[in-house]
């Protein structure tokens, strides 16, 4: 029979445990070259050997067993067995950083320490080398008491010996230490042996957790008061212990760095991420070429972009084409063709962009550049309440907001976490694109200045401007409104540069892709759907009515037939249930330049923004321009006009619409994830709120301005 053992992957951050993870399990969990990509649980199997397998649970990063941040608890509570979704590791891999081995062995000790079976995974040996440390693995394997194993998870080199490992301790060839790493009990000696009376089978070091972290523990209320009255009467000192222990265990780690490791002399050859450091890191050349840095990343969004989407674009119109033909006309064939076809299109469409956004967000990760980012903006971030650790879910924000929203665990401080969190919305996700594409395209001329600069394009520049702006200026003014006082400080450990890799680019490229193109897609079918019955049907008596006029006035005037059809189709939607919805808001929306078609797209989009193209789609389809020169969506748009005979779609109202998109709320699952994160709905609310209130007003002055 197979065995599984469940072992957690611990360690350090930007260690390699997610690396790992990939090698053992062939899943594709995130890797980064920044420490806390990884912020939440995952779990996958792997085979050790025929008869035993392991479930593996990847965590994040975590710098001591004293969680400080969101991410280091979801790890610190797996490993006090208190998530009450993940079964509680037997086993722990420890991975360790061999060019850091100072703090990489703090954590490792504590680890030790809790008495669950452990096998260190020692990473970074090729960095270690390059800087001419040496490491006597056999010396610290003897002093720490535990397997270690050098391996290198990037290049797939030591698996089967860490494997090996881990089979034998599984099957109890190598025992746990019986000593401690240093003498815990001494630390607290009568209050530890109380915990452990209470609670059986405790490690001496588990039992000072208990002491120091009951509270966030999911015990039973008798417990909780009991180990409240044992720190009273033994008048135990959380700072004062905690202090005490990671004094020692320095001092037992320094004795055994000098026993298994040598250093090189002082005089050391300066690293290759030093020398890139003093360029990247200077303090005027630093900043030109993070502008540059964030100026060719999003032009080149844009340009590498162009030739696959209009390939994508084409392919779709001759499509369309072919159906048109082969499929005979009437309500069918619209709906199939303008409706969903023509709004499945305009997704698709977004493709090449998402994907180059995604891998090059991804090759800045991957570099190490982008935890420079978070450095060199820090001072800047911190004037308006942020954090310099906030410019990567900002940045991340760019592509999906609900990622990055996630990524925000790794923030110390809890008003800058939240705050970040708030904004990060606001920047301009890869959804808005084919909104502003779409509108961009209907209102703002073609012109060029000094021969290259678009104005279309700089119009879209000055869109994705808008949401690192408007961000700045809401964390600015909402910082006094939050009471939440903690220090705050920036501690980021500065990767060393690496050469990104490819496999992992391409990776996330490709599942981000996969991802836009299956959860926008399903909501825009069922949308488009929904919408295309709610624009066909309306009130019985009054569809028939008008359907019974124009019946009437064709007999009268069959000359004028076609004229006449178009006339009826349009009052038909307006009088069908989208267009009563649609009217019914338009006293809202008229201020802003809309129309009742405009306001059922605002409407629909309130699920998710893409949704634009798909409902404008199927609303000009359903009212049919049966004229055949007016084919494309940007066409009818083009040619709609008000009932008094302007231009719906004139510079005001595009311009209005795209700010209105820019800033609004407009999707459940950035909602669902600030609930998530936040553990409440108020700052979701709060979201909703202000964000819209925030489109609102803007578009509002943009239109009476422009109009
Ligand atoms: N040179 C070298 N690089 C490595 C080694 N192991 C992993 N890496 C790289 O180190 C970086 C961090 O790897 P991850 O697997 O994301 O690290 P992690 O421990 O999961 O990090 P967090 O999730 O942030 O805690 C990536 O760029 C890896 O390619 C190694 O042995 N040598
Ligand atoms: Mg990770």
């Not at 030591?158 to 494997?163: E, H, M, N, T």
């Not at 890139?276 to 502008?291: A, E, P, S, T």
Request: glycine share 6%; with cysteine; aromatic share 10%.
């Amino acid at each position: 029979m197979v065995k599984t053992i469940h072992i957690a992957l611990v360690g350090n951050p930007n260690s390699g445990k997610s690396s790992l993870f990939n090698v053992l399990t062939g899943l594709n969990q995130k890797v980064g070259n920044f420490p806390g990509v990884t912020v939440d649980k995952k779990v996958g199997t792997c085979q050790l050997s025929d008869d035993l397998s392991a479930s593996i649970i990847d965590l994040p990063g975590t710098y001591s067993l004293y969680p400080r941040r969101e991410d280091e608890w979801v790890a610190y509570r797996v490993l006090m067995q208190q998530d009450k979704d993940v079964v509680p590791p037997e086993m722990v891999v420890l991975i360790a950083d061999a060019s850091n081995l100072k703090r990489n062995l703090l954590f490792a000790s504590q680890i030790i320490d809790l008495k669950i079976p452990v096998v260190v995974g020692l990473t970074m040996m090729d960095i270690a080398r390059h800087k001419d440390i040496q490491i006597d693995v056999a010396e610290l394997e003897r002093e720490l008491g535990v397997p270690v194993i050098p391996i290198n998870p990037r290049k797939n080199k030591g698996i089967q010996a860490l494997k090996k490992a881990i089979e034998q301790t599984a099957l109890e060839l190598y025992k746990a230490p019986v000593r401690d790493f240093i003498n815990n009990e001494a630390l607290a000696p009568a209050a530890i042996g109380s915990v452990k009376e209470l609670i059986p089978h405790l490690s001496d070091y588990k039992a000072i957790h208990y002491l120091i972290n009951h509270e966030s523990f999911s015990l039973n209320s008798g417990l909780q008061d009991k180990i409240e009255s044992i720190e009273q009467v033994n008048n135990f000192n959380h700072t004062k212990t905690q202090a005490e222990e990671i004094l020692q265990r320095y001092q037992r780690i320094g004795a055994i760095l000098k026993q298994s490791v040598s250093e090189p002399s002082p005089l050391k050859k300066t690293l290759f991420t030093e020398k890139l450091d003093n360029v990247f890191l200077h303090r005027r050349w630093g900043y030109l070429i993070l502008l540059a840095v964030l100026f060719l990343l999003f032009q080149s969004v844009f340009w590498l972009a162009e030739y696959p989407m209009n390939i994508i674009d084409w392919g779709f119109g001759e499509v369309s084409g072919w159906l048109s033909k082969v499929i005979p006309a009437g309500w069918f064939s619209d709906l199939l063709i303008n409706g969903l076809w023509a709004g499945l299109g305009g997704i698709l469409v977004f493709i090449p962009q998402i994907m180059i956004l995604f891998g090059l967000v991804t090759i800045l990760e991957d570099t190490g550049y982008m935890a420079r980012i978070s450095f060199l903006t820090d001072k800047l971030m911190r004037k308006v309440g942020l954090n310099g650790k906030s410019v990567m879910p900002m940045i991340s924000g760019f592509a999906c907001a609900v990622p990055a929203i996630m990524s925000a665990r790794n923030i110390e401080n809890k008003k800058e976490r939240l705050l970040t969190i708030l904004v990060t919305p606001l920047m301009s996700c890869s959804a808005r694109l084919p909104v502003y594409t779409i509108l961009i395209g209907l209102v703002i001329p073609k012109k060029m200045f000094l021969g290259f600069l678009g104005l279309q394009g700089l119009v879209m520049m000055g869109l994705y401007l808008l949401g690192p702006l408007m961000s700045m200026l809401v964390s600015y003014i909402a910082r006094f409104f939050i009471n939440i006082k903690e220090k705050s400080f920036f501690i980021l450990e500065l990767p060393v540069y690496r050469a990104p890799r490819w496999k992992n680019v391409l990776v996330t490229m490709v599942s981000k892709a996969k991802i836009f193109v299956f959860d926008a897609g399903k909501v825009i079918m069922v949308i488009s759907l929904i919408l295309w019955a709610l624009s066909t049907y309306g009130p019985k008596d009054k569809m028939n009515n008008v359907e019974a006029r124009y019946a009437q006035q064709i007999q009268q005037h069959p000359e004028q037939e076609a004229e006449l059809t178009r006339l009826k189709n349009t009052e038909l939607l307006q009088n069908s249930y989208a267009g009563i919805l649609g009217r019914s808001i338009e006293p809202v929306i008229e201020p802003l330049g809309y129309d009742w078609k405009i306001g059922i797209a605002l409407i629909t989009s309130f699920a998710a923004r893409e949704v634009f193209v798909g409902t404008m789609a199927t609303l000009y389809s359903v009212e049919g321009g049966d004229d055949a020169d007016e084919t494309t969506l940007m066409e009818k748009m083009h040619a709609a006009v008000w009932p008094d005979g302007t231009k719906v779609y004139t510079l005001a109202t595009g311009i209005s619409l795209m700010i209105f998109y820019a800033f609004a709320m407009q999707c459940m699952s950035t909602l669902a994830i600030v609930k998530r994160e936040t553990r409440s709905w108020k700052w979701p609310l709060i979201q909703l709120i202000y964000m819209t209130g925030l489109a609102y007003i803007i578009s509002f002055i943009a239109y009476q301005l422009l109009k």
